[in-house]
């Protein structure tokens, strides 16, 4: 019997402990690591009216509008470079302005950090990335154009939204988000009664004045470049009874 006992001891102590040749896994001391690399994200700002703003990762910059290249990772070293210039930029969020439309650009950067030779045994610590961006006219941004879409609550009432550079003081206009909603070109500054900002596939609006039909409409929109389809997701209506909306149009 105590023969038996101590058997069945033994095995106990042996489920307990398990075999002794497993040893536990060790954590990959590499795992979410990755060489020195560059890498490159262009953003463009868009403010909202309450002067809050966007920013909307785009590689098409309309001229005149706050851009920043910024590196992804956080490096000892940037220099920025836009080819073609010989002027150098040493921050890892550079802010720049084009005022001309230069079309197609390449932007360079190059980083340096202190390499990880444990995990990376070939990395020198030095990465440079390219990535090309196009600077264009605002009349020649892809969100221009004429929406033929409809309210996602109502897919059989078809309508027509238009955004239109007109440059002056009227800058990019939304027309007929509203059914009528078309400030007559006889207002010179159209963000007295209607704030419009955008970048190339995105646009905040915001009603600010309740004539022409607009019913202060209040929202933003982003086009799928890729298939030309436009979703405006806002509000409108009185002030005390706003309902909301989604558009969803195709550029014709």
């Known amino acids: 019997m105590k023969?038996?006992?101590?058997?069945?001891?033994?095995?106990?102590?042996?489920?307990?402990?398990?075999?002794?040749?497993?040893?536990?896994?060790?954590?990959?001391?590499?795992?979410?690591?990755?060489?020195?690399?560059?890498?490159?994200?262009?953003?463009q700002e868009v403010r909202n009216?309450?002067?809050?703003?966007?920013?909307?990762?785009?590689?098409?910059?309309?001229?005149?509008?706050?851009?920043?290249?910024?590196?992804l990772e956080n490096y000892d070293f940037y220099e920025w470079?836009?080819?073609?210039?010989?002027?150098?930029?040493?921050?890892?969020?550079?802010?720049?302005?084009?005022?001309?439309?230069?079309?197609?650009?390449?932007?360079?950067?190059?980083?340096?950090?202190?390499?990880?030779?444990?995990?990376?045994?070939?990395?020198?610590?030095?990465?440079?990335?390219?990535?090309?961006?196009?600077?264009?006219?605002?009349?020649?941004?892809?969100?221009?154009?004429?929406?033929?879409?409809?309210?996602?609550?109502?897919?059989?009432d078809t309508f027509t939204v238009d955004i239109v550079f007109e440059g002056g003081n009227r800058g990019m206009v939304i027309y007929n988000i509203n059914r009528g909603c078309f400030v007559p070109k006889t207002v010179e500054v159209l963000q007295t009664y209607m704030f419009v900002d955008y970048s190339n596939h995105y646009i905040s609006f915001k009603g600010n004045v309740g004539e022409f039909g607009c019913e202060l409409p209040s929202g933003r929109g982003v086009l799928d470049i890729s298939s030309n389809t436009i979703v405006i997701d806002y509000e409108s209506g009185p002030k005390d009874d706003r309902k909301q909306y989604k558009f969803i149009g195709v550029k014709k």
């Open 49 to 71: 009216a309450d002067t809050a703003s966007n920013w909307i990762e785009t590689d098409t910059i309309s001229i005149d509008k706050l851009v920043i290249f910024e590196s």
């Open 81 to 156: 470079q836009i080819l073609g210039d010989t002027t150098r930029y040493y921050k890892r969020r550079q802010s720049f302005r084009f005022y001309e439309p230069w079309g197609e650009l390449t932007v360079r950067l190059i980083v340096r950090s202190q390499p990880d030779t444990l995990c990376f045994p070939t990395d020198d610590g030095i990465d440079t990335a390219f990535k090309k961006i196009l600077v264009v006219k605002k009349e020649d941004l892809a969100l221009n154009g004429s929406y033929l879409g409809y309210h996602e609550s109502n897919p059989l």
């Open 3 to 43: 023969k038996i006992s101590f058997i069945i001891l033994l095995a106990a102590l042996f489920f307990l402990t398990g075999c002794p040749n497993d040893d536990p896994v060790k954590p990959d001391p590499c795992a979410g690591k990755k060489p020195v690399t560059a890498e490159i994200k262009i953003m």
